[in-house]
């Protein structure tokens, strides 16, 4: 029996390679192989011994299934009576194989979420027989009733434990005595395999991945010139004028007037000017650029939808080489505060990666934090809950001009 258990512990570990966590659906078929123990009622007098079965379910809803199970025990006898004359009764000892067969009902409580719990009522029968021959087959009705719980690693596959409490009603006066009712006890370990049924639609907003707002310096007026009114001498220099380029090079100006003078009949004088070359200038402008790649549900994946966005921040940090920028992550409410931070820090820097390793750019350029559960859309809703889980960035920067 341990060795079994061990068996499928493992196996059930090896299959946590699921995707997104779907939950129960309606429409879906259901195959649930498992193993387990078999406890009889104490009046059978015969061992616990570990079950095999299978189950077939459909889910009418995500609430509501049904199921089929079969499962199969071998087990022994442990009654040692003897009959008249001293003898061992002939079924001491034997071996027995008991086939147990069932329709069942299935409540599933929160359907959409990672971790299912469900009851199950049903009934069904019970045939105990003796592989070795010599005492009849034993066929009885049986009811029952249960639970359990389902742990989803993915779309289509969980994890699952399930007990029942069986009520077996004897009837066969030739086995053991007859007209009893039996209290046996199953409990099991299993895999649920998921087939078709209608998956929930998330609905994707996809946000403009860039704003910008260019604020262009406004040139300052050159102050009026200062003149000297002295008869016969030069007026002071006027400022010098605004470079004709005010992000490159070019050409200021400044004039120095000549008074007229008695001298010359009092015609004026040329006046004197001179120019010079302006250095060249860095002319730079405020943008603004946003980001926003949202997650499925416990993922750190880039969607393909999103890559646009991503791109479209590579382009502008290609083209910018001196801006820095930090991208933040977020999760929905569902989960602790401790896995959720560090989700939230893997999907900034899914992110972080992505501009790295495709468009080059600098790790030291990009900031990426994880700030964990975010309240922002109404986690109530799969919708909100959607929204929440998302890599955001709405930064201005200061660029220069090219």
């Given at each position: 029996?341990?060795?079994?258990?061990?068996?499928?512990?493992?196996?059930?570990?090896?299959?946590?390679?699921?995707?997104?966590?779907?939950?129960?659906?309606?429409?879906?078929?259901?195959?649930?192989?498992?193993?387990?123990?078999?406890?009889?009622?104490?009046?059978?007098?015969?061992?616990?011994?570990?079950?095999?079965?299978?189950?077939?379910?459909?889910?009418?809803?995500?609430?509501?299934?049904?199921?089929?199970?079969?499962?199969?025990?071998?087990?022994?006898?442990?009654?040692?009576?003897?009959?008249?004359?001293?003898?061992?009764?002939?079924?001491?000892?034997?071996?027995?194989?008991?086939?147990?067969?069932?329709?069942?009902?299935?409540?599933?409580?929160?359907?959409?979420?990672?971790?299912?719990?469900?009851?199950?009522?049903?009934?069904?029968?019970?045939?105990?027989?003796?592989?070795?021959?010599?005492?009849?087959?034993?066929?009885?009705?049986?009811?029952?009733?249960?639970?359990?719980?389902?742990?989803?690693?993915?779309?289509?596959?969980?994890?699952?434990?399930?007990?029942?409490?069986?009520?077996?009603?004897?009837?066969?006066?030739?086995?053991?005595?007859?007209?009893?009712?039996?209290?046996?006890?199953?409990?099991?370990?299993?895999?649920?395999?998921?087939?078709?049924?209608?998956?929930?639609?998330?609905?994707?907003v996809v946000e403009p991945a860039k704003t910008v707002v260019v604020k262009?310096?406004?040139?300052?007026?050159?102050?009026?010139?200062?003149?000297?009114?002295?008869?016969?001498?030069?007026?002071?220099?006027?400022?010098?004028?605004?470079?004709?380029?005010?992000?490159?090079?070019?050409?200021?100006?400044?004039?120095?007037?000549?008074?007229?003078?008695?001298?010359?009949?009092?015609?004026?004088?040329?006046?004197?000017?001179?120019?010079?070359?302006?250095?060249?200038?860095?002319?730079?402008?405020?943008?603004?650029?946003?980001?926003?790649?949202?997650?499925?549900?416990?993922?750190?994946?880039?969607?393909?939808?999103?890559?646009?966005?991503?791109?479209?921040?590579?382009?502008?940090?290609?083209?910018?080489?001196?801006?820095?920028?930090?991208?933040?992550?977020?999760?929905?409410?569902?989960?602790?505060?401790?896995?959720?931070?560090?989700?939230?820090?893997?999907?900034?820097?899914?992110?972080?990666?992505?501009?790295?390793?495709?468009?080059?750019?600098?790790?030291?350029?990009?900031?990426?934090?994880?700030?964990?559960?975010?309240?922002?859309?109404?986690?109530?809703?799969?919708?909100?809950?959607?929204?929440?889980?998302?890599?955001?960035?709405?930064?201005?920067?200061?660029?220069?001009?090219?």
């Open positions: 029996m341990k060795k079994e258990m061990a068996g499928l512990v493992a196996l059930l570990l090896l299959s946590t390679a699921g995707t997104a966590l779907a939950g129960q659906r309606a429409g879906a078929f259901s195959l649930s192989p498992f193993v387990g123990g078999y406890t009889f009622d104490g009046v059978e007098r015969l061992e616990t011994r570990p079950v095999y079965g299978l189950r077939l379910g459909y889910d009418i809803t995500k609430n509501f299934g049904v199921e089929a199970t079969f499962d199969y025990a071998s087990t022994k006898s442990t009654d040692n009576t003897k009959a008249p004359g001293g003898q061992i009764k002939p079924n001491a000892n034997s071996n027995l194989s008991v086939y147990n067969y069932r329709i069942e009902g299935i409540y599933n409580f929160m359907p959409q979420n990672k971790l299912v719990p469900f009851v199950a009522i049903g009934g069904g029968g019970s045939t105990i027989s003796n592989r070795a021959g010599g005492e009849k087959s034993n066929n009885d009705g049986t009811a029952d009733v249960g639970g359990g719980i389902k742990y989803f690693i993915g779309d289509d596959i969980a994890l699952r434990a399930d007990t029942r409490a069986i009520m077996s009603f004897h009837h066969n006066i030739d086995f053991k005595g007859g007209g009893d009712t039996w209290m046996n006890y199953e409990y099991t370990l299993g895999v649920q395999f998921l087939f078709g049924g209608k998956k929930p639609l998330v609905p994707i262009k310096a406004e040139p300052t007026p050159p102050p009026a010139p200062v003149l000297v009114p002295v008869d016969g001498k030069v007026g002071a220099w006027s400022d010098w004028s605004a470079c004709s380029a005010p992000c490159g090079s070019g050409s200021q100006n400044r004039t120095r007037p000549v008074l007229t003078q008695p001298a010359n009949g009092g015609a004026q004088l040329p006046s004197l000017n001179e120019s010079r070359s302006c250095n060249v200038q860095t002319c730079k402008e405020e943008e603004k650029i946003n980001l926003l790649i949202e997650f499925d549900f416990d993922k750190a994946v880039i969607k393909k939808e999103f890559y646009p966005n991503a791109d479209a921040v590579g382009a502008f940090l290609t083209k910018n080489d001196k801006v820095s920028i930090t991208v933040e992550g977020w999760t929905d409410k569902i989960g602790t505060d401790k896995y959720n931070k560090n989700l939230s820090q893997r999907r900034a820097n899914a992110v972080k990666s992505y501009l790295v390793n495709k468009h080059k750019i600098d790790p030291a350029r990009i900031t990426a934090v994880g700030h964990g559960k975010s309240f922002k859309y109404d986690n109530k809703t799969e919708v909100g809950r959607y929204k929440n889980r998302r890599v955001e960035m709405n930064q201005a920067v200061t660029v220069e001009k090219k």
